[in-house]
C-alpha cells in the first residue's frame, strides 16, 4: 500500500466503516460514501475520528480520484460507481483484502452456504481454551479492519461470505475452512451455481505448502472442484460417510481425527447435536488439532461449547410446546438441516425474501416432519404452492407476534414451533436478528 495515499469507501455499515477507521490510523487520505443513509451508532464513529463521509448520493468525481476502493459486501459490483471505477482501472477490493495487508497473525478463514457461522464461532472457542492470543471477526458480527485498527494479534479468525471473498486477491489464510456449497446468493451470481460455488472456492486461491484446506468430503461440489484444481496445501478433508483418507470423519456413533496423534470421541459428547453440526464438530476440531491444542482440551471444548443466537435456539416450552429461532437460516439448505435435526412432528414458520429458492430439496423432510405451515412473509404464493398437498394446513402470518399465536395454537402437546424461514428477512424486518429476536420476544409474552 506504500503507493496508495487516497482510500475511498463505499458503504458505511460495519465493514466500511471499521475499513475507515484502519484506512485513518494507518495515516490514509480517507472518504466514505454510502447511498443510503448511514446508521447513527456508525455516523458517530466518522464522526469522532474527523472522517470525512457523505449519504444519500455518491461523489463520482471524488470517489473517483481514489487509489483505491474498499468495497462493502453488500454492494454488488454492478452499481454505477464500482462499475466506473473498474473502467478507470482503480483497484476495487473488499475491508477483508484492505486488513490483512496490516497484521502479521495468522488468519483462519472459514466459509460455506450453511454453518460457517457455528464453525468459525467453535474453532475461536477451541482456540480461546488452548490459550491462544485469537480475536474473532468478520460477517460473524465485527469489522476485521477495526479489529487490525485496535492492535495486533497472533490469530484472527475470520468468517468470509462469497461476498467478501469476491473482493480478496492476495490474501492467503494460514488455516482455510469450507463447509459445503449449497444454493444461496443467486440473485448476485446471475442465478448462475457454478459462479457462486466458483466464488466459495476463492478461499483456496492463495495457499502454499505451508498453509492448510479443511473442507467437507461428502459435498460432492466441493469435491469435484478440488479434484479439478491443482491445489499445491495440506488438504484436510471430513466425512460423516468415508474414512480412508480422512483427517477427521465419523463411524459408530464417535468421530475421529487424525491430526497430530489421533482424537476420538462419542457424538453424544458434542455440545452440537445432528448430522451437520458433526460436520461443524469435525472441521473445528481439526483446525484445533493443526494449531496444536492438545487433544483433551478440543475434546473439552467440543463438549461445552454453547451455539450463536439464532442458529436452533431454544427459547423456550409452553404448555408442552416447544419453540426454536433458527432466524439465521436464511437458504434451503440450512432449513433443511434444522428440520432434519427436529425430533419430534414440527409446525415450521418459513418466509421472507426469496433468493431464487428452490424448495423442491425439502420436500421430503417436510412430508415427514412437518405437521403445519406458517408463512411469515409479504410475498408467500411461492412457498404455498411447493407445499401445497404435501401439508395440509398452511396459514399466513405478518408479524413474529401473529406467526408465534398461529404457532402455539396449530401445534399440539409434545410438538415443536420452529422458525427457520429459508429466506432473507428484509421484507418485514431489519435483519435476521431483528426476526429472531421479536419471534423470541413473542414466545415469551405467550
Same mark, same amino acid.
Given at each position: ?105 495468522? &488468519? ?31 460477517? +460473524? ?45 443467486? $440473485?448476485?451470481?446471475?442465478? $448462475? ?8 472456492? !476463492? ?8 498453509? =492448510? ?7 460432492? +461440489? ?7 484444481? $491443482? ?8 466425512? &460423516? ?21 489421533? &482424537? ?24 484445533? !488439532?493443526? &494449531?496444536?491444542? !492438545?487433544?483433551?482440551?478440543? !475434546?473439552?471444548?467440543?463438549?461445552? @461449547? ?7 435456539? @431454544? +427459547? ?31 409446525? =415450521? ?8 429458492? $428452490? ?88
Amino acid at each position: 500500500m506504500a503507493d496508495v495515499l487516497n482510500i475511498a469507501i463505499i458503504g458505511a455499515g460495519e465493514s466500511g466503516v471499521g475499513a475507515a477507521q484502519l484506512a485513518k490510523s494507518k495515516g490514509f487520505d480517507v472518504f466514505v460514501s454510502d447511498f443510503g443513509s448511514i446508521k447513527k451508532k456508525y455516523k458517530s464513529v466518522l464522526e469522532e475520528e474527523h472522517i470525512a463521509f457523505e449519504e444519500g448520493t455518491h461523489d463520482f468525481e471524488r470517489i473517483l480520484k481514489a487509489d483505491c476502493i474498499v468495497k462493502s459486501p453488500g454492494i454488488p459490483d454492478k452499481v454505477p460507481i464500482i462499475q466506473k471505477a473498474k473502467e478507470s482501472k482503480i483497484p476495487v477490493i473488499s475491508e477483508i483484502e484492505f486488513a490483512a495487508q496490516f497484521t502479521d497473525a495468522k &488468519l483462519i478463514c472459514v466459509t460455506g452456504s450453511n454453518g460457517k457461522t457455528t464453525t468459525a464461532s467453535l474453532i475461536y472457542h477451541i482456540m480461546k481454551k488452548g490459550g491462544l492470543d485469537v480475536v474473532l471477526c468478520g460477517n +460473524v458480527g465485527e469489522s476485521f479492519a477495526a479489529k487490525v485498527a485496535e492492535g495486533d494479534h497472533d490469530y484472527f479468525v475470520i468468517e468470509l461470505s462469497s461476498f467478501q471473498l469476491d473482493g480478496m486477491y492476495k490474501t492467503k489464510p494460514f488455516i482455510s475452512v469450507l463447509m459445503n456449497i449449497t444454493p444461496d446468493h443467486l $440473485d448476485r451470481y446471475d442465478y $448462475d451455481f457454478d459462479k457462486y460455488a466458483n466464488s466459495k472456492m !476463492r478461499i483456496t486461491q492463495n495457499l502454499d505448502e505451508h498453509c =492448510w484446506f479443511i473442507y467437507n468430503y461428502d459435498d460432492e +461440489v466441493i469435491r469435484n472442484k478440488v479434484e479439478a484444481m $491443482d491445489l499445491h496445501t495440506n488438504l484436510a478433508p471430513f466425512s &460423516l460417510l468415508e474414512t480412508e483418507g480422512m483427517a477427521g470423519f465419523r463411524n459408530n456413533k464417535q468421530i475421529t481425527i487424525n491430526i497430530n496423534d489421533q &482424537l476420538n470421541m462419542s457424538i453424544y459428547d458434542l455440545a452440537l447435536k445432528g448430522s451437520h453440526n458433526t460436520q461443524n464438530s469435525l472441521a473445528s476440531g481439526i483446525a484445533g !488439532r493443526i &494449531l496444536e491444542i !492438545r487433544k483433551e482440551s478440543v !475434546r473439552e471444548s467440543l463438549s461445552d @461449547f454453547q451455539n450463536v443466537e439464532h442458529r436452533l435456539e @431454544f +427459547v423456550a416450552s409452553v404448555h408442552g410446546i416447544g419453540f426454536v429461532n433458527d432466524s439465521k437460516a436464511t437458504n434451503v439448505n440450512s432449513t433443511w438441516y434444522a428440520l432434519e435435526s427436529m425430533e419430534n412432528r414440527t409446525v =415450521w414458520i418459513v418466509g421472507g425474501v426469496d433468493k431464487g429458492n $428452490d424448495y423442491s430439496a425439502l420436500e421430503e423432510m417436510v412430508a415427514e416432519k412437518v405437521s403445519a405451515i406458517i408463512c411469515l412473509g409479504k410475498e408467500n404464493q411461492k412457498i404455498i404452492d411447493a407445499f401445497d398437498g404435501i401439508v395440509d394446513t398452511i396459514v399466513e402470518a405478518s408479524s413474529a407476534t401473529e406467526a408465534v399465536a398461529y404457532g402455539y395454537q396449530l401445534a399440539n402437546k409434545g410438538e415443536t414451533v420452529l422458525l427457520s424461514p429459508a429466506c432473507a428477512s428484509f421484507d418485514l424486518f431489519e435483519n435476521f436478528e431483528d426476526r429472531g429476536n421479536q419471534f423470541k420476544a413473542a414466545v415469551r409474552a405467550l
